[in-house]
């Protein structure tokens, strides 16, 4: 199938520590990898992204790490803030620009 | 930052109505976009469109829907006799290039009654 999913639902995690959020896809050709933060009302927030040739990309306090042998995505925060609490999705894109979502992971910081 | 604003924020309509919702893309953004997200799922993809046309649309945009870039600054969803299951909150994003990040509005909160 064409799935893109996340293992856990909800994520507690203490201030100060590092949060890792994991995602599965199925669909081998996605060449374009994408999180997004949604805050409640408001839409998804561009976070990071990274392309198929690349196996890790760094950006402020986050780090995308992309295992293309299991197809396998996770997102780490560092440092978690009460900011960041949320619902993080996971998305990919195949060769067009139609991004297919996961059913997101809720993250909890516990102040 | 620039921003995606649509508009309204939440939208009200009577089964069967016709509604439009409204997109105003980040200015120098040439594909925009259209997903749905109904109440406890994930986000769905409806629709692409660059240089004035559909490039791409999923199984649910059907001949009930329709987009149209009427300006050079605004990206409408027009869904036609609509449906219980239209209910949902409609995002619209727009990228400056192919497979580059796409940036989303807030939504549309569509209420069908």
């Known amino acids: 199938g064409e799935s893109v999913g996340l293992h856990l639902p909800t994520l507690s995690v203490q201030e100060g520590d590092n949060s890792i959020i994991n995602c599965a896809y199925s669909?081998?050709?996605?060449?374009?990898f994408i999180w997004y933060k949604q805050e409640s009302g408001k839409g998804p927030q561009f976070i990071i992204d990274?392309?198929?040739?690349?196996d890790k990309r760094q950006g402020q306090r986050v780090t995308v790490l992309l295992n293309k042998t299991v197809k396998h995505l996770s997102l780490q925060i560092a440092a978690t803030q009460p900011g960041d609490s949320a619902v993080y999705f996971c998305?990919?894109?195949?060769?067009?620009?139609?991004?297919?979502f996961g059913k997101g992971n809720q993250v909890v910081v516990i102040p | 930052e620039p921003e995606v604003t649509q508009t309204p924020s939440h939208q009200v309509t009577q089964m069967g109505q016709e509604v439009i919702l409204r997109c105003v893309p980040i200015?120098?953004?040439?594909?925009f976009y259209w997903y749905r997200q109904i109440l406890g799922q994930k986000v769905e993809f409806l629709v692409s469109?660059?240089?004035?046309?559909?490039?791409?649309k999923s199984e649910i945009f059907d001949d009930q829907f329709s987009v149209e870039r009427p300006d050079g600054s605004n990206f409408t969803l027009k869904i036609r006799s609509t449906k219980l299951e239209d209910s949902a909150m409609y995002f619209c994003?727009?990228?400056?290039?192919?497979?580059?990040?796409?940036?989303f509005g807030d939504g549309t909160r569509l209420s069908i009654l």
């Open positions: 200015s120098n953004h040439l594909y």
């Open positions: 998305a990919e894109s195949y060769g067009n620009n139609r991004l297919a």
């Open positions: 669909n081998s050709a996605s060449d374009y």
């Open positions: 994003a727009s990228g400056q290039v192919s497979n580059q990040p796409q940036h």
């Open positions: 469109f660059y240089n004035n046309e559909i490039s791409e």
């Open positions: 990274i392309r198929s040739n690349m």
